[in-house]
């Protein structure tokens, strides 16, 4: 089912409402209340523009800002959770876990050498979490390839 072009700005607001502040507590009803939508009619929709469920997509946001603090190595694994918005440290590992292939602590602790000298667009693409997803180890073979967006 495609999504109408008026629908689509309502739920491009709600996703950079989502980009914007994904550390702040988000649900479906205020995302949808952005996009001036009723709850379940926004979360249809949502998936049929995106591919995604909005708490995934919130989730990946996270994720990929979690990838980037874990790898300044400055805060806990705890902090990190709490700095991006989840509030429970079990299911922010699951779901890390998940899309990234590696505990957080796994990946915190684990060398990133690969990633410097890595332009930030490439491995902003090449790092960021989905299941479907090409391992950082790969990055530094990108120098002259095309990364491809995410779909």
Not at 12 to 34: C, F, G, I, K, S
Not at 83 to 100: N, P, Q
């Amino acid at each position: 089912m495609s999504v109408d072009l008026g629908e689509l700005r309502l739920l491009r607001q709600a996703r950079d409402r989502m980009d914007r502040e994904y550390a702040q507590p988000l649900d479906v009803p205020a995302l949808a209340h952005t996009a001036a939508m009723s709850s379940s009619h926004f979360s249809r929709r949502f998936r049929d523009a995106y591919s995604e469920t909005p708490y995934s997509y919130l989730m990946t946001r996270r994720i990929e800002r979690a990838k980037w603090l874990l790898r300044l190595g400055d805060l806990s694994v705890t902090e990190v959770c709490m700095a991006v918005g989840c509030t429970s440290l079990g299911s922010f590992s699951t779901k890390f876990t998940e899309l990234v292939g590696e505990t957080p602590s796994a990946y915190r602790a684990r060398d990133h050498g690969e990633l410097v000298g890595v332009p930030s667009c490439q491995t902003m693409v090449a790092s960021r979490p989905r299941k479907d997803r090409r391992s950082e180890a790969e990055v530094s073979s990108l120098g002259e390839a095309t990364v491809a967006p995410r779909s």
